[in-house]
C-alpha cells in the first residue's frame, strides 16, 4: 500500500511537501515517484527516483521541485516550492515494488492528494 499526504491550498510562490510511504510486503523497490492530473489533462509524470538517488524531473518542475527517497522508511517525498497555478493537479504517488525475492516488479499507486496554487 501507498499512503500519501501532504496536499493542500497554497499561494503562488508558496510551498508543500509531500510524502507517501511504502507499506506492506516490500522486498525491494526499483523506483518510487510522482504523477500528476490536472482537470482536463493527461496524467503526466513529475518526478521519479531510485534508491541509489538517481532522479528525473519533468522539464516544467526542474529547478522547483526536489524529489528525495528515505530508503529505510519505502518513503518518497517530493518538495514544492515557487508553486505556480499550473501546478494545480491531484498528484499521484507509485512505487514499483519487487515484494518477495523472485517475483516481479509491480506498479502500486496511492490515493491522490490535491494541490491547488492560487494565483
Known amino acids: 500500500q501507498l499512503q500519501a499526504s501532504g496536499g493542500g491550498l497554497v499561494q503562488a510562490g508558496g510551498s508543500l511537501r509531500l510524502s507517501c510511504a511504502a507499506s506492506?510486503?516490500?522486498?525491494?523497490?526499483?523506483?518510487m515517484g510522482w504523477f500528476r492530473q490536472a482537470p482536463g489533462k493527461q496524467r503526466e509524470l513529475v518526478a521519479a527516483i531510485t534508491p541509489g538517488g538517481s532522479t528525473n524531473y519533468t522539464h516544467s518542475v526542474k529547478g522547483r521541485f526536489t524529489i528525495t527517497m528515505d530508503n529505510a522508511k519505502n518513503t518518497v517525498y517530493l518538495k514544492m516550492n515557487s508553486l505556480k497555478p499550473e501546478d494545480t493537479a491531484v498528484y499521484y504517488c507509485?512505487?514499483?515494488?519487487?515484494?518477495?525475492?523472485?517475483?516481479?516488479?509491480?506498479?502500486?499507486w496511492g490515493q491522490g492528494t490535491l494541490v491547488t496554487v492560487s494565483s
Open positions: 507509485y512505487a514499483n515494488i519487487q515484494q518477495v525475492l523472485g517475483s516481479g516488479f509491480v506498479d502500486y
Open positions: 506492506g510486503s516490500i522486498f525491494s523497490i526499483d523506483a
